[in-house]
Nanobody, 123 residues
């Protein structure tokens, strides 16, 4: 069992930057591939980024590639999402997820979810 708690959501101006954190407790954090998903109103939850167990590999959705950076600190049991050049279409609830599956996975493949944190980008 892994418990995940996101933090850092808020209101950001378009073009600005913002960072999210997800702290994990429970079973060995470094045994999981970590992901960030987001869900906008009326839309399905979609994967944004994923990072390997050691942090040596990352992958991003095309919509955020070059603007978002996922990272992790296994000593702190935390995964991060740095978001730059934010756009109004980045407005969503952001969720971190722990999984055992590599790749741009569907939500059903996530084993554990955080509660989500709202990011609103104003234009």
């Amino acid at each position: 069992q892994v418990q995940l708690v996101e933090s850092g959501g808020g209101l950001v101006q378009a073009g600005g930057s913002h960072g999210l954190s997800c702290a994990a407790s429970g079973r060995a954090f470094d045994s999981y591939i970590m992901t960030w998903f987001r869900q906008a109103p009326g839309k399905e939850r979609e994967i944004v980024a994923t990072i390997s167990r050691t942090g040596g590999a990352t992958n991003y959705a095309d919509s955020v590639k070059g603007r978002f950076t996922i990272s992790r600190d296994n000593a702190k049991n935390t995964v991060y999402l740095q978001m730059n050049s934010l756009k109004s279409e980045d407005t969503a609830v952001y969720y971190c997820g722990a999984t055992g599956t590599w790749g741009m996975i569907p939500p059903r493949t996530v084993l554990y979810w955080g509660q989500g944190t709202q990011v609103t980008v104003s234009s």
